[in-house]
């Protein structure tokens, strides 16, 4: 079974940047989506972005798209989120999540994957 450690949060000023990483242990990614996904106190788990893998597809939620790019290590089994011009509303906890053998119309609902790291908090102070 795999387990996902995601790393890189912190707490930053709106503008400045973080690098999330989503290391895979135990084996490695399997085909299917990797996404990212954050959650607000009080608030449903939202699409941030996602990647195809095996392949280098990216997709992205609208309120990231521009300042979010979503990236792999094939050879590491890490998928990254570069995050610029981070905003107060970024605020959340970000999980990296697996959908083993997932098709493109599934990547975008945290329901379909089946692995989920433990997250990591990222605070944006205006």
């Known amino acids: 079974q795999v387990r996902l450690v995601e790393s890189g949060g912190g707490l930053v000023q709106a503008g400045d940047s973080l690098r999330l990483s989503c290391a895979a242990s135990?084996?490695?990614?399997?085909?299917?989506?990797i996404g990212w996904f954050r959650q607000a106190p009080g608030k449903e788990r939202e699409f941030v972005a996602a990647?195809?893998?095996?392949?280098?597809?990216?997709y992205y939620a609208d309120s990231v798209k521009g300042r979010f790019t979503i990236s792999r290590d094939t050879a590491k089994d890490t998928v990254y989120l570069q995050m610029n011009s981070l905003k107060p509303d970024d605020t959340a906890v970000y999980y990296c999540?697996?959908?083993?053998?997932?098709?493109?119309?599934?990547?975008?609902?945290?329901?379909?994957?089946?692995?989920w790291g433990q997250g990591t908090q990222v605070t944006v102070s205006s």
């Open positions: 990647i195809r893998w095996p392949g280098r597809h990216t």
């Open positions: 999540g697996e959908d083993p053998g997932g098709i493109l119309s599934s990547l975008w609902n945290h329901r379909n994957y089946d692995y």
């Open positions: 135990g084996r490695t990614f399997r085909n299917g989506n």
